[in-house]
């Protein structure tokens, strides 16, 4: 019987890391009405809601919170939360890597910190998501 527990927990670890060796590591905001928002957002160590946090080199991160995504500023406290993504369709509710603009919809602004359209969103390089567009 232990040996089958062992068997169950050995399979449950490599299936949880292999779905986090396909997450990506690095998320980007290619265009923003805020510089501040704009760069490559990297996964650090830091961990919030089982997932890694996205930061920039300008203290902007996308963070998850019970399965939804946000976009802010995580030096201060509380907090500076300046856009949310809080729909379960379209906000990548539960993933490990926030949304993609185009598939992130559902991101609002905060009405402390509205500063202007969201800003945009790929999970891969800025030059090659602009190519597309």
Request: aromatic share 14%; charged share 20%.
């Amino acid at each position: 019987m232990r040996a089958i527990e062992y068997l169950l927990s050995v399979f449950a670890v490599l299936v949880v890391g292999l779905k986090f060796s396909f997450a990506s590591s690095e998320v980007y905001v290619c265009e923003s009405d805020e510089p501040s928002f704009l760069g490559k957002y990297t996964a650090g160590k830091q961990v919030m809601d089982g997932v890694p946090i996205f930061s920039n080199a300008n203290d902007m991160s996308f963070f998850r919170n019970k399965g939804f995504w946000y976009i802010g500023n995580l030096a201060p406290w509380p907090p500076e939360t300046h856009y949310r993504c809080v729909e379960v369709e379209g906000c990548g509710y539960g993933e490990s890597v926030p949304p993609a603009t185009a598939a992130g919809a559902g991101w609002k602004p905060s009405k402390k910190y509205d500063k202007g359209n969201f800003p945009v969103v790929s999970v891969e390089p800025c030059s090659a998501a602009n190519e597309e567009l």
